[in-house]
């Protein structure tokens, strides 16, 4: 699978970013996509996925403020951040996984600053 991500960028404490990543190649009917976030000096930690089943899950750190969703006929994750934190800022990271194999994407930067 080729994962193409979008929407990252600089806003403002309490402003909202939709990232955006597309899946391509060769998918599996089982899967799921997700997010994940590495700021320097951490480590990468899971932000939020979905299953093709559509069940979802949230770090406690973004519940009530990040929503997860998928376009199953695009092939496409979404992530709505809204009510963003400085500690929010890091390179969001999509993932797509099956019972086999990890993929991720480039990431895109996220910087929450006034």
């Known amino acids: 699978a080729h994962l193409v991500e979008s929407g990252g960028g600089l806003v403002q404490p309490g402003g909202s970013l939709r990232l955006s990543c597309a899946a391509s190649?060769?998918?599996?009917?089982?899967?799921?996509m997700g997010w994940y976030r590495q700021a320097p000096g951490k480590e990468r930690e899971l932000v939020a996925h979905?299953?093709?089943?559509?069940?979802?899950n949230y770090a406690d750190s973004v519940k009530g403020r990040f929503t997860i969703s998928r376009d199953y006929v695009k092939n496409t994750v979404y992530l709505q951040m809204n009510s963003l934190k400085p500690e929010d800022a890091a390179v969001y990271y999509c993932n797509y996984a099956t019972a086999l194999n990890d993929y991720w994407g480039q990431g895109t930067q996220v910087s929450v600053s006034s």
């Open positions: 979905i299953t093709s089943g559509g069940r979802k």
């Open positions: 190649g060769t998918l599996f009917s089982i899967n799921t």
